[in-house]
């Protein structure tokens, strides 16, 4: 924490910044200690529901002065929900931090939720979930979710269904927005140029006269050891959309740092054992990758990708075959280092951007995620072995922790040949 400034305002919302002073510009988000997870199946979709309604207008600025306020001096002005935590960022010239810090807190405070906003807006999100249906690669995930947790609501879209969205009328809305965005929730991240005392000056402004509020909680996940499961989906498509997710580990599981390495590895860039197998060595696929994910009390790494339609059960055959290849056998010296330098690397060049660094501290903090020393996360990435990563390999990549969406054209036909292939793991 020695780099970075830090506050805590006596109504508990928290302030924490990173001077850059080499930058002229200042990346400021407010974060919300709330997400999907926060939200249950029948009103699923809420947090990103109220997401769009804070950028519709205020009790003093309407949605075009929203914008015109950034916009007009050379910023830019976003917002995202996930799982665990719901942000509104603005990236502007230091000069223009507390205007940034004025637009934000006033959309966050003091959101009108006029009814025909939500009325237009239920609609527009409406049409985003139709658009996702209409997209393979979304769909296939929205699937994999289903498999992996059944009745929960982390196997419900973020964005909802389109029954849950049309049940959230303006009462359920506010009284989850009031619930939820107490600044006792609330936390103001800054990197760049900053003037910390205008910052802190700023949140004692725009937050003090707001009470402390209670801290929500969220259900913890059940994971389902039961795999391999497969979803199958016929549907005319010029490529077959294919989504693999296995429960994994959590931020806080001492393996994590190797699960980080191992995912280089296999596939995260143009160097890893997926691309080169089935891209560059066969051409079975345009897009293919790996992905992890750590929440507070487990975790899902995932392997995706766009296949030849004639070529499922062979692609789907050779990333099992890389996957037990990376749990059985030590990874050579030189994929080793080469992961862990891209790790060093990447995690740098993302640090040296104003925007980018506010994302990645908002993240740790609302989501308590140690350490924030830059130095001490690549020391502890840097002391994985070899036989670490063998050792998270093998705890994530279980057979019975196994479930495959597919998308394409006639897959349905393959079901029992793609299970046979999933048990092979």
Same mark, same amino acid.
């Given at each position: 924490m020695d780099r970075y400034q830090s506050k805590v305002l006596d109504n508990g919302l928290k302030v924490i910044a990173h001077r850059m002073p080499q930058m002229r510009s200042a990346a400021l988000g407010i974060w919300i200690a709330t997400g999907g997870r926060y939200e249950n199946t029948a009103n699923r979709g809420i947090s990103h529901f109220i997401e769009h309604l804070l950028f519709k207008g205020t009790k003093k600025r309407s949605t075009v002065q929203i914008k015109n306020s950034i916009e007009g001096i050379g910023g830019s002005l976003n917002g995202f929900t996930s799982e665990e935590v719901t942000c509104y960022l603005v990236k502007v010239l230091g000069r223009h931090l507390e205007l940034g810090l004025d637009v934000l807190s006033d959309m966050v405070m003091n959101a009108r939720f006029d009814p025909g906003d939500i009325d237009k807006e239920r609609s527009v999100i409406l049409e985003e979930i139709n658009m996702y249906r209409d997209q393979p690669d979304q769909y296939v995930s929205e699937l994999l979710g289903g498999l992996m947790w059944p009745g929960q609501t982390m196997g419900i879209p973020l964005i909802g269904t389109i029954k849950t969205v049309n049940a959230l009328d303006r009462s359920r809305l506010l009284g989850y927005k009031n619930r939820s965005y107490s600044p006792s929730n609330i936390t103001v991240v800054a990197c760049g140029d900053i003037d910390w005392d205008i910052l802190v000056g700023g949140c004692h402004k725009f937050f003090s006269k707001r009470k402390r509020g209670r801290s929500c909680g969220y259900r913890k996940m059940r994971v389902d050891r039961n795999g391999p499961k497969t979803k199958l989906l016929n549907k005319k498509t010029e490529q077959t959309h294919m989504a693999m997710g296995f429960h994994g580990i959590s931020r806080k599981?001492?393996?994590?740092?190797?699960?980080?390495?191992?995912?280089?590895?296999?596939?995260?860039?143009?160097?890893?054992?997926?691309?080169?197998?089935?891209?560059?060595?066969?051409?079975?696929?345009?897009?293919?990758?790996?992905?992890?994910?750590?929440?507070?009390?487990?975790?899902?790494?995932?392997?995706?990708?766009?296949?030849?339609?004639? %070529?499922?059960? %062979?692609?789907?055959?050779?990333?099992? %075959?890389?996957?037990?290849?990376?749990?059985?056998?030590?990874?050579?010296?030189?994929?080793?280092?080469r992961a862990k330098e891209y790790y060093r690397g990447h995690l740098l060049f993302m640090l040296e951007d104003t925007a980018s660094h506010m994302l990645w501290l908002g993240k740790k903090v609302v989501t308590g995620d140690e350490p924030l020393d830059m130095e001490r996360i690549l020391d502890n990435a840097m002391k994985v072995t070899i036989d670490d990563v063998l050792k998270a390999a093998s705890a994530i990549f279980k057979r019975a922790y196994l479930n495959i969406a597919v998308i394409g054209p006639d897959v349905e036909k393959e079901d029992k040949l793609i299970g046979r292939i999933a048990g092979e793991l």
């Open positions: 599981d001492p393996l994590r740092y190797a699960a980080d390495i191992l995912n280089v590895a296999l596939g995260a860039n143009m160097s890893s054992r997926l691309f080169h197998e089935l891209r560059e060595k066969r051409g079975l696929a345009y897009a293919i990758g790996s992905h992890v994910h750590y929440y507070a009390d487990g975790g899902v790494a995932f392997v995706e990708a766009g296949v030849d339609n004639r %070529k499922v059960s %062979k692609a789907t055959q050779l990333i099992i %075959k890389e996957l037990r290849r990376i749990k059985t056998a030590p990874l050579s010296i030189k994929e080793f280092e």
